[in-house]
């Protein structure tokens, strides 16, 4: 099993519709948790972050993390067409030394269209 | 303020041919990263250095070396390309000391084939 779970997609919605993006991880030990955006060609960008669980939200995104099921989530409400891109979360440990670092799922392509 | 820069953009090798990456950061950050990124395969870390004068082997450091030259500066050297190695790499700086809680910002990319 791999440490983060990331449904590739493609998902494809409709403008204005609210778009949910999920990770599962089976790491207990994680406790920072980050979504980002990456468009075509581009180097990603960090969208939202989350310490342990609990909600928080930004404008039309909000990042859930409920450590108990070993899920995060992000939501944005009012999909435009320029949120198409990939979101990939991403999330580490408390601990120091090589559990600090960062562990990526492996993106979901989304595609907003007009 | 450019953030993270880094040279080349595109770059085709030869089998056995070697390069280095280049990778800049005007943030005044101590954390650089280097990772690939691959279909299907997510970003994975190949090395990263938490201060200047430090340096680790991240998840798939094989093939690769690294310097990094000053806090501002960190290059990834392939000594001996091999058509394994094309992938999209990205270099990433963040703030802290501990990785604990980092934040990473991404460069743009480059584009490495190998023929």
């Known amino acids: 099993q791999k440490e983060v779970e990331q449904d590739p997609g493609p998902l494809s919605v409709p403008e204005g519709a609210i778009v949910s993006l999920n990770c599962t991880y089976s790491?207990?030990?994680?406790?920072?948790f980050m979504w980002y955006r990456q468009y075509s060609r581009k180097g990603p960008e960090l969208l939202m972050y989350?310490?342990?669980?609990g909600n928080k939200e930004d404008g039309r995104f909000t990042a859930q993390v409920d450590k108990s099921s070993k899920y995060i989530s992000l939501f944005i409400r009012d999909s435009q067409p320029s949120d198409s891109a990939t979101y990939l979360c991403?999330?580490?440990?408390?601990?120091?030394?090589?559990?600090?670092?960062?562990?990526f799922g492996k993106g979901t392509k989304l595609s907003v269209k007009p | 303020n450019a953030g993270v820069t880094q040279t080349p953009k595109f770059q085709v090798l030869k089998t056995g041919q070697s390069m280095t990456l280049q990778c800049a950061q005007d943030?005044?950050?101590?954390?650089m990263y280097w990772y690939r990124q691959d279909p299907g395969m997510g970003l994975r870390l190949i090395y990263y250095?938490?201060?200047?004068?430090?340096?680790d082997k991240g998840e798939v450091p094989n093939g690769y070396n690294v310097s990094r030259l000053n806090k501002r500066e960190f290059s990834l050297r392939l000594e001996s390309a091999a058509p394994s190695q094309t992938s999209v790499y990205f270099c990433?700086?963040?703030?802290?000391?501990?990785?604990?809680?980092?934040?990473?910002?991404f460069g743009p990319g480059t584009r490495l084939t190998v023929l």
């Open positions: 790491n207990s030990a994680f406790q920072y």
């Open positions: 991403a999330m580490s440990a408390q601990d120091g030394g090589s559990q600090g670092n960062l562990i």
């Open positions: 250095s938490a201060s200047e004068g430090t340096t």
């Open positions: 989350t310490y342990s669980s």
């Open positions: 943030m005044n950050h101590n954390s």
């Open positions: 990433a700086s963040s703030p802290l000391l501990s990785r604990r809680t980092d934040t990473q910002y």
